[in-house]
């Protein structure tokens, strides 16, 4: 991780600007937050543990450092460093178990590039850290996914600065990736307010693949994020022999899936754009 990253946090009370495309990240600097979010760059400015008001049902998870009485505090050091302040304004030491990890540590810079899905390490004091590569330059989402022990499902988000020369890249609809020699396909349409299945067959060199490892206690794990705010949308694995998921997604607009699926010991990871449309509108 390059030491001259900067870290800049984001209030708790957030105004969500529904419907905006990825076009709204391609300015000629590091992207800035949507013009209704409240940014804050210095610590002073940080919100407190008893100053959210905002409610989970509101806006959707990873567009606030504060949610549900937790905050989100990063660090700037040699590794991307955090911890999870609780009610009591104290680090949170104890985190359930979900998908095999006590915390899932999602980053991706705010034009839908550079993905990457980790595991943290938390000392027992309740930082969490880890090296972590931003290749190139622009603004980074941090979204930390838990659940802290006796308390609710949490997504908390945070932004991360890489200087130097900023090129934003974007990004048409694409339901197939190919990498390595594997082709990945997703079926499925996104259905704004509803929980929406989609499907993804994997093959390897023209030929299916039938022996795919699991991956955090299943066939793959899909993140999705609603290119506009970088919402952090909820995905839920289906039991099946299937790669499938069921997704929520609460506008329409366009959205980027990242799916994780491990095969031959080697974990990989395929993405997605998709615009979804209103119930009775213009589809594909």
């Known amino acids: 991780m390059k030491t001259g990253y900067k870290v800049a946090l984001y209030t708790a009370t957030l105004a969500v600007v529904f419907g905006a495309t990825w076009a709204a990240g391609a300015a000629a600097g590091p992207p800035e937050p949507p013009a209704a979010h409240s940014e804050k ?30 905050t989100l505090r990063l660090t700037e050091n040699k590794s991307l460093a955090f911890h999870v302040e609780g009610p009591d304004g104290q680090p949170v030491t104890k985190f359930e178990v979900e998908h095999e990890k006590r915390l899932h540590l999602v980053v991706v810079r705010r034009d839908g590039s550079n993905f990457q899905h980790v595991h943290p390490e938390m000392a027992s004091d309740g930082t969490w850290s880890i090296p972590l590569s931003l290749p190139e330059a622009g603004s980074y989402r941090v979204f930390a996914d838990f659940t802290p022990e006796g ?27 190919t990498a390595d020699g594997y082709e990945v396909s997703l079926a499925g349409e996104l259905t704004p307010g509803k929980a929406s299945t989609v499907t993804l067959e994997i093959s390897k060199n023209g030929e299916p693949v039938t022996d795919l490892q699991n991956y955090l206690g299943a066939k793959g794990h899909l993140v999705a994020l609603r290119a506009s705010d970088l919402a952090y949308l909820h995905v839920h694995p289906e039991d099946s022999d299937q790669v499938k998921f069921a997704v929520e997604v609460p506008t329409a607009g366009r959205y980027r899936l990242f799916l994780d699926f491990q095969h031959e010991d080697q974990v990989r990871t395929a993405e997605f754009t998709l615009t979804t449309h209103e119930e009775g509108g213009h589809g594909h």
């Open 41 to 70: 760059t210095t610590h002073a400015e940080e919100p407190t543990h008893g100053g959210h008001e905002t409610t989970q049902a509101e806006i959707p998870p990873g567009l606030s450092v504060s949610d549900n009485g937790y």
């Open 151 to 177: 308390g609710p499902k949490t997504t908390l988000g945070a932004d991360v600065h890489t200087p130097g020369d900023y090129r934003p890249k974007t990004y048409a609809d694409s339901r197939t990736f």
